[in-house]
């Protein structure tokens, strides 16, 4: 398998690349700048030359004579001839020197920038038109090729050196949370081993943390369900094969404690498989909440001992089997490990509905309330025994929260308890009465 580029070579690329762009335009821009200026000032001696030149031209005296054998030693001559035709375009900043001198003596005809083996600038006279004033111009293309390269070289290896440096600064956190990757799925804290790093890299090493943790506690969870499921059978099929071995089977009563045993085996299968499947991938749809409320009412063994307290319209956006489940599990509850009367209220609570499932037992000791809703946690021997499989409040928890609610467990104020479930209202729908 072909193994792509790291993350380290791409930082690295991404960086030179980006600072050999900046420096480029950069240097295009300030080069430019400086060949303008340099022009410009080139101009002016060229115009101070040919105006000394031209005066000294027009004297005839020793120290005049001189003056331009002097001149003519550096370069500077008077011709009659006409300017000679370039061979080739001028270099850009003798351009510049001929434009700048031609603005300067008023008359840019005046000045001939003339490209051979050697650049020339011709400056007619103002006094005599018939005589140019030739100055040699100074070789710079190789000189600026040379300095543009040495330049070029050495701000490569600045650049290189520079995102070297920096590529190492952006990938060596995640090299550091690679290396740890499996103790902070293990649950260990990288806290110190991060210190420093990039906010990035620290919410990702806390998303992963996260993300092993769910791991865990989804495999607790599947190991405590098996352990729950091999303990709650155990008792219900012993006594069938019992019963089975004494020939109970053509006594009536026995008959129907064998069945008793049998639905309590598919409740406990039903719950442990609706524990697992958690419901996510339920359509959610609109829901009239007190529609599902009264069918729940309608199945209980004895009706008469519930209450409805509430609107006779409250949609809700869930999904009707999870809230369906849910609901049913508290009412169980209440009826497992509480007495009557029982009653479901129903009311808003800003934008989202407040549904309260309360009985008057017993209600449960204070240090068992925060570890309600635990798999497989039943109820206190003094509400009821240990009735139940111990998913339904977990089911109901895991249900409230895929709706964007949640549960909460008191014990009523003069006795008993109530499972309250928040779950928001669809928008622009309130509950009703």
């Not at 590529?167 to 990757?181: F, G, Q, S, V």
């Amino acid at each position: 398998m072909r193994r792509g580029p790291t993350t380290f070579s791409l930082v690295l690329a991404l960086l030179v690349a980006s600072l050999v762009l900046a420096l480029t335009l950069g240097g295009a821009l300030s080069t430019r700048a400086g060949l303008h200026a340099l022009g410009d000032s080139f101009g002016r001696l060229v115009v101070a030359t040919a105006s000394s030149t031209e005066a000294l031209a027009g004297r005839d005296d020793a120290d005049a004579r001189a003056a331009l054998q002097e001149l003519r030693r550096t370069g500077v001559r008077l011709s009659t001839e006409a300017p000679p035709a370039t061979r080739r375009a001028p270099v850009p900043v003798l351009q510049d020197v001929g434009r700048a001198a031609g603005e300067l003596l008023g008359d840019p005809t005046r000045v001939v920038v003339v490209q051979q083996a050697q650049a020339q600038i011709w400056v007619r006279s103002s006094r005599r038109p018939d005589q140019w004033i030739v100055m040699q111009g100074v070789g710079l293309r190789r000189q600026l090729i040379r300095s543009t390269l040495a330049l070029m070289l050495f701000a490569g290896l600045v650049v290189l050196a520079v995102a070297a440096i920096a590529a190492h600064m952006l990938t060596r956190p995640l090299e550091r949370l690679a290396a740890h990757a499996p103790a902070l799925l293990g649950g260990q804290s990288l806290r110190e081993q991060l210190r420093g790093s990039p906010r990035e890299v620290r919410d990702l090493a806390k998303a992963l943390g996260d993300a092993g943790e769910e791991l865990r506690q989804s495999a607790r969870e599947r190991e405590l369900m098996l352990a729950g499921i091999s303990h709650d059978l155990r008792t219900p099929l012993a006594r069938l094969r019992l019963a089975l071995e004494l020939g109970d089977a053509g006594d009536a009563s026995r008959r129907d404690a064998m069945v008793t045993d049998l639905d309590e085996l598919d409740q406990a299968l039903a719950q442990c498989l609706a524990f697992v499947r958690d419901g996510s991938d339920e359509a959610v749809l609109d829901v009239n909440l007190p529609t599902v409320i009264g069918q729940l009412l309608a199945l209980r063994s004895v009706p008469e001992t519930w209450r409805y307290d509430g609107p006779g319209h409250a949609v809700l956006r869930g999904r009707p089997t999870q809230l369906r489940r849910a609901l049913g599990n508290l009412m169980d509850n209440a009826e497992r490990y509480g007495s009557a009367p029982f009653a479901v209220r129903v009311h808003a609570q800003g934008h989202a509905v407040r549904i309260e499932i309360e009985d008057h037992g017993p209600g449960v000791p204070e240090a068992l309330l925060a570890r309600l809703g635990q798999p497989f946690l039943r109820g206190h021997p003094s509400r009821g025994g240990a009735a139940g499989t111990g998913l339904g409040l977990g089911i109901a928890r895991r249900a409230a929260e895929l709706s964007g609610g949640r549960l909460q467990l008191a014990n009523r104020q003069g006795g008993g308890f109530v499972a309250t479930l928040l779950l928001p209202v669809a928008d622009g729908e309130v509950p009703r009465a």
